[in-house]
């Protein structure tokens, strides 16, 4: 299985780092995992909506350019969510069907409107916002659980 996290800005803190690269790790025998990091847009200590705007702007232009003609999942706390069980049947149904999804996270401020309207599906962890940094670690962190369930080996709860 194909699968490609996009993630504006790039992983700061040493412990996501590590943390990152250890699912990638275990991911590595399901499958092809790629993380591509495009450039965050500065903003200033407070922003003003319509500097949040035209940094979220220019943030979308890069993802479209680069992924606008693939299977887009956005992360985000207005999308769909589920159990890791149907995670695990999403993701076989990718697989069985040949598609590469590619998941969307966005900068601080989230994913312009225009890349959420783009995107085929939007998915939400939760109600609460978290880092996008930390974002990116729970998400391989829940793919490689629903890999796990989807080759029927035992992950812990």
Same mark, same amino acid.
């Given at each position: ?19 990152? #690269? $250890? @699912? !990638? ?7 092809? *995992?790629? &993380?591509?990091?495009? =450039? #965050? $847009? @500065? !903003? ?7 500097? *949040?705007? &035209?940094?979220?702007? =220019? #943030? ?12 887009? &999942? ?84």
């Amino acid at each position: 299985m194909n699968i490609t996290i996009c993630g504006i800005g790039n992983l700061k803190e040493k412990f996501f780092r590590q943390a990152s #690269e $250890e @699912y !990638l790790k275990r991911l590595s025998r399901f499958g092809k *995992i790629q &993380i591509v990091e495009l =450039k #965050e $847009e @500065y !903003l200033s200590q407070q922003p003003s909506k319509k500097e *949040i705007e &035209i940094a979220l702007g =220019k #943030e979308a232009v890069a993802i479209l350019q680069r992924f606008g003609e693939n299977y887009l &999942i956005a992360l985000d706390i207005g999308g769909k969510s589920f159990s890791s069980e149907n995670l695990s049947k999403k993701l076989e149904k990718y697989d069985m069907e040949g598609i590469k999804p590619v998941f969307l996270i966005g900068s601080s401020y989230g994913l312009h409107s225009d890349v959420k309207a783009k995107c085929i599906e939007r998915w939400s962890f939760s109600k609460m916002t978290f880092p996008h940094q930390l974002m990116r670690v729970i998400l391989l962190e829940q793919l490689y659980r629903g890999m796990k369930i989807k080759a029927g080996e035992i992950y812990h709860k």
